[in-house]
């Protein structure tokens, strides 16, 4: 019996549309209102992004939401559209471009190409003109689907060899290939993009570096182009101004301007040399989660930096990450070491180093741990990048009833860590397995039983931002990670929790403890680093403060400024003072007028500055003058310096 098909469309606002002829979305936009079907750009079908031309179901019943300019995914969808614009720009200003892949990234996009003339940024003029003119065509962006054989001969007649590789290997296993197709310029694509070029807003061209093709250093070097698109004059300018501040608080310059990091091709890619102004931020900051560990009952131990290569394929990280571990290191007598990428599997034989009681957990072992990966060349940056790192580690052996209560101990230690540093600004991510993946070990029920007591503890927790992603996991177990965004809203992945029921297990470790029962039974451990590494946290910090640290974590926290060299004797009696109460001073004694030397001591962001001249020297004061504030007047000496000790123990930001 003949039965009509039909679609039910469901509406954000749960309403049903229904459709017996097969429809797009846009279709579905225009049944709306012309306004609407004007201004769709793209839509989410059952969660999913899709073109707003994409074909509909046929029967069946789907969500369905449209996305305009308000929407931010279809700002994302634009800013692909628009990386699609400048390959074409490109293809047309230099002709017998290779292409690679044109992805957006936060807050803009990029395209690889691989051409025999350098870019620069005295080119971006021309590409800009050009990009300009196909948006002003305004012609459309029409998917087109083929088998993969028919796409290979398309890309091979193109002479796009690197899309030819990317079929072949990449998209090996793929019956059906898509395309989106602009004129006379088609690329392989996923998609979506929006209807038509004309609803690409303002655009710039921002810089060109270097990559490799498919990240790969032994492969061919490409030229990435990098932009930025948004759907409003406005909102472009005031992006590019934060680009612009971004600039000014590169960790990277600001560490060279105020020595306080080096890293040294001699000593090696990716290995950061803390130079004394950087070793006294990081004391500061090891001394305040060290004061905060002794106070929640913590142990600290030491570890060595490297171990048995069978120590780490118990643990799963060998041979799990072995595409980011430096290669074994072969002994004479045939075994092998690795440089430590983990510091767990060292904390589980120290529980291991003798029998366990349950009178004994939870055992909480800290240590500010050294561990060693190894990222790509072209991945590295700065003290955010890197491939050797220290992490304000620690693993946490408990039963399992005690379990929820240590994870919300440690979500609450990260969350005073964050606090006291100013970094409220937040929100967290409950990492869960993606069970279509294989890099999980464990059994699916070790992983619902430690998912679900997971999110009980956050929920319960009221955490800010909320959020569940699937596949962002430890392959041991789920976690949460907490989201900083800076001054200027970048974010920042930082402190982690983790909770982990597998390496305890009989197939990894076979920990134990014995009950009051007088029987053994299995620990859950706890991983957790509020600061996740100290390069890293500390490379957010001279970014977020612009290197103008808070006085704490200052590493020249007042300097002593003499009006004239006759007032020397008693800048350096007020510099000794200080610095037998704690505080790290130095004095500038030099033949300089006074302005000269508060703008030398406002370029090196010194918290404060305590002049001395005739008039302070006869009161036993000091003028004080604060980097921001200015000048807050003369104070006696023992006033200034309860001022900033006050400061100081608050941990004022």
Known sequence: MYRETMLKVRLPNQSVKEYSRRVRALDVAADLGPRLKKDTLAAVVDGQVVGADTLLPQDGEISLRLLTAKDPEALEVMRHSCAHVMARAVMRLYPGVQLAFGPTVDNGFYYDFDLKEPLSEADFPKIEAEMAKIIAEDEPFERVEEPRDKALEICRSLGQTLKVE?????????????????????????????PSAGAIGAFKLLSVAGAYWKGDASRQQLQRLYGTAWFSKKDLEEHLKKVEEAKRRDHRLLGKQLELFTIDPTVGSGLVLWLPKGAVVRRELENFIYA????????????????????YQTSGHFPYYADSQFPPIQMSDGDRYLLK??????????????????????????????????????????MTRVRGFTQDDAHIFCTEDQAPA??????????????????????VRLGFRDPASPKYVGSPETWERAEAALEEVCRAMDLPNLTVERGEAAFYGPKVDFVVADCLGREWQLGTVQLDYNLPSAQRFDLAYIGPDNRPHRPVMIHRAPFGS?????????????????????????R??????????????????LAEAGLRVTGDYRPEKIGAKIRDAQLQ??????????????????????????DLGAMPVDAALARLQDEIRAKSV
């Open 166 to 194: 990317h079929i072949e290997e990449g998209l090996k296993d793929e019956a059906m290939v898509s395309f989106y197709r602009q004129g006379e310029f088609l690329d392989l694509c996923r998609g979506p993009h929006v």
């Open 292 to 311: 905060e560990l002794m106070r929640r009952g913590y142990q600290p131990v030491y570890t060595p930096h490297i171990g048995r290569v069978q120590l």
């Open 341 to 382: 990428p983990m510091n767990c599997p060292h904390h589980i034989m120290i529980y291991q180093s003798k029998p366990r009681s349950y009178r004994d957990l939870p055992l909480r072992l800290a240590e500010f741990g050294s561990v060693y990966r190894f990222e790509q060349s072209g991945e590295l940056t700065g």
């Open 406 to 427: 240590e994870f919300q101990a440690c979500i609450e230690m990260t969350q005073f860590v964050l606090n006291t540093l100013g970094l409220s600004d937040y929100r």
């Open 534 to 558: 100290f390069e890293r946290f500390t490379g957010m910090l001279i970014e977020h403060f612009a290197g103008a640290f808070p006085l704490w974590l200052a590493p020249e926290q007042v």
């Open 560 to 577: 002593v400024l003499c009006v004239s060299e006759k007032f020397e004797a008693y800048g350096r009696s007020v510099e000794r003072r």
């Open 605 to 630: 962001l010194v918290p404060y500055m305590f002049v001395v001249g005739g008039r302070e020297m006869e009161q036993n004061a000091v003028s004080v003058r604060h980097r921001r504030q200015g």
